[in-house]
C-alpha cells in the first residue's frame, strides 16, 4: 500500500479497519496520512450552523452581514466603489453656470453684462440622454478656451426644471442637446442683480402670514359687511393672481431673463466644430449691430 500511495494513485480512504491495525502497528502510518492527505473534503456544515458559531450568545455587535468586519457603521454599509455621474465632473463642469428658473438665466444674464460678454450660451440637457452624456467632454471644453470664454459666458440647464421645459415649448425645440446663443445687451450702470428665487418654505411662510392677516381683518370689522368686504377682497385677489399668471404665461423665459435669441443650434458630436465657429464670430457681430444670419450648414455667415 506504500508503495501505491508514492507512485502517484489516488488510495483508498483510511478507513476504521486501518485505524485499528495502525493502533496494533500492523499499517504503516506514512501510508495512511498520505491516504489521509488525498482523501475527499467532508461536506460543508449547515449554514445555520456556521451562523450561529459566528454569533456568540453574550455579543450582540456581531454583524454577520458585514463581509469586512474591520468596516463598522456608514463605510460598512458604503459600496465599493461609488462612481460620480457624468454631468457632475468637476473639471467638465469648470466655467459653467447651472441654471434651473428664468430667475437663475436672469442672474447669468446678468453676470455676463457686469462682465463685459455680450453673448450668453445656454445649453440644454438632460441625465438620461446617452447623446449629452458623449458629447458632454467635447463641448464641455468651449468654457476653457480663453478666446471665447472673453466674450461669451457659457451656461447648462436640465430640461428638469418647469421653466426649462417651458423655454422647450416657447422655442419648439424637440431634441437635445441643444444651445441656445442668447445676446444679453449692454452693461447698464448701477442696475442690481435680479433677486433670489424664493424657496418653498419662504412662499409657504407668505401664504399662512396672508391667511392669518385676513383672518385678523375680518375679526375686526365683524358682521355681515365685514364677511361680504372679505369676499369681495378675496374675488378680487384671486382675479389678480389669475391675471398674474395669464400675463406670466405671455411672457417667455428669455423675455424673463432680459435676453433676445440670436441663434440655436444642436449640440451633438458632429456639430461642436460649428458651434465653436459661430461662437467665435456671433460677438463681435453683436457688438457692431449686424445681422446674424446662418447658412443650410448652421454656420454664421457676413452678410
Known amino acids: 500500500m506504500h508503495a501505491r500511495a508514492l507512485s502517484g494513485r489516488a488510495p483508498r480512504t483510511p478507513s476504521a479497519h486501518h485505524a485499528r491495525q ?3 502497528g500492523g499499517v504503516n502510518p506514512l501510508s495512511a496520512a498520505a491516504a489521509a492527505v488525498t482523501a475527499p473534503p467532508s461536506r460543508r456544515p449547515r449554514r445555520s450552523a456556521v451562523v450561529a458559531s459566528a454569533t456568540t450568545p453574550g455579543d450582540e455587535s456581531s454583524n454577520t452581514s458585514n463581509p469586512n468586519p474591520e468596516l463598522t457603521g456608514a463605510a ?5 466603489s461609488s462612481k460620480t455621474p457624468w454631468y457632475n465632473n468637476t473639471k467638465n463642469n469648470e466655467g459653467w453656470t447651472s441654471v434651473s428658473s428664468a430667475a437663475d438665466l436672469a442672474r ?4 455676463a453684462r457686469q462682465s463685459g460678454r455680450r453673448v450668453l450660451a445656454l445649453e440644454l440637457w438632460a441625465p438620461h440622454c ?3 452624456k458623449s458629447s458632454w467632454p467635447a463641448l464641455s471644453r468651449l468654457a476653457r478656451d480663453d478666446a471665447l470664454a472673453r466674450d461669451v459666458l457659457f451656461a447648462k440647464a436640465s430640461i428638469e426644471g418647469d421653466d426649462v421645459r417651458r423655454l ?3 422655442q419648439q425645440i424637440t431634441g437635445i ?3 441656445l446663443v442668447l445676446d ?3 452693461p447698464k450702470e448701477g442696475s442690481a442683480p435680479p433677486p433670489a428665487a424664493a424657496s ?3 412662499e409657504t411662510v407668505r401664504g399662512l402670514l396672508g391667511q392669518m392677516f385676513g383672518q385678523f381683518v375680518s375679526r375686526k370689522l365683524g358682521g355681515s359687511a365685514a364677511a361680504g368686504g372679505g369676499e369681495a377682497a378675496a374675488a378680487a385677489a384671486t382675479e389678480g393672481a389669475a391675471a398674474a399668471t395669464a400675463a406670466g404665461g405671455a411672457t417667455s423665459v428669455l423675455a424673463e431673463a432680459s435676453t433676445t435669441l440670436i441663434l440655436g443650434q444642436g449640440a451633438s458630436f458632429k456639430k461642436i466644430q460649428v458651434l465653436r465657429s459661430n461662437l467665435a464670430q456671433v460677438p463681435a457681430l453683436v457688438k457692431r449691430g449686424q445681422r446674424v444670419v446662418v447658412d443650410p450648414n448652421g454656420l454664421v455667415v457676413l452678410v
Open 22 to 24: 495502525i493502533r496494533r
Open 168 to 170: 422647450l415649448k416657447e
Open 130 to 132: 446617452s447623446v449629452c
Open 184 to 186: 444679453v445687451g449692454e
Open 76 to 80: 460598512a454599509a458604503a459600496p465599493a
Open 177 to 179: 442637446p441643444y444651445v
Open 108 to 111: 447669468a444674464a446678468h453676470a
Open 200 to 202: 418653498e418654505e419662504e
